[in-house]
C-alpha cells in the first residue's frame, strides 16, 4: 500500500510504501506493537517477570497470590492460561509475588501508564 504524505513545514509531498506484518518479539519483554523494552520487569531465579502497567501487575499479582485457583472456562484464551507453568507453581509463589510488588511500585512512579485501554 502507498500513502502521499505532505511535509507541513515545506509542502513537499512522498509516496510511501507500507506493509502491515504481524510482529512476534524474540525476547518475551518486548512491546509487541513498537518493539521496544517494557519498563516493567523483573529477573527472578525462575523467569523474568513483567507487566505493561499497574492494572496488568494487580491482576497478575492476584492470580500468583491466590491459594485456591478456579477456572473459568477450558479454552486456552484467558492470559492465566498462557502463563508459563514456573509462574503458576505454588513453591514460587512467594519469589513472584514479591518481584510483581516491586514492579507494582515502579507502576506507581511517574511516565507509567496507570490502566489498560
Request: glycine content about 6%; proline content about 7%; overall charge positive.
Amino acid at each position: 500500500m502507498t500513502l502521499q504524505k505532505q511535509c507541513p513545514e515545506c509542502g513537499h509531498e512522498t509516496a510511501i510504501t507500507v506493509s502491515v506484518a504481524i510482529a512476534r518479539p524474540s525476547a518475551p519483554c518486548i512491546d509487541p506493537h513498537f518493539g521496544l523494552p517494557l519498563r516493567l520487569s523483573k529477573e527472578t531465579r525462575f523467569g523474568t517477570v513483567w507487566a505493561y502497567n499497574q492494572r496488568h501487575v494487580e491482576e497478575l499479582l492476584g492470580y500468583v497470590s491466590a491459594k485456591l485457583r478456579v477456572r473459568q472456562n477450558a479454552s486456552n484464551g484467558a492470559m492465566f492460561s498462557r502463563l508459563p507453568k514456573w509462574m503458576k507453581s505454588a513453591r514460587h509463589r512467594d519469589e513472584v509475588a514479591r518481584a510483581l510488588s516491586k514492579l507494582g511500585a515502579e507502576a506507581c512512579a511517574p511516565g507509567v501508564s496507570s490502566g489498560m485501554p
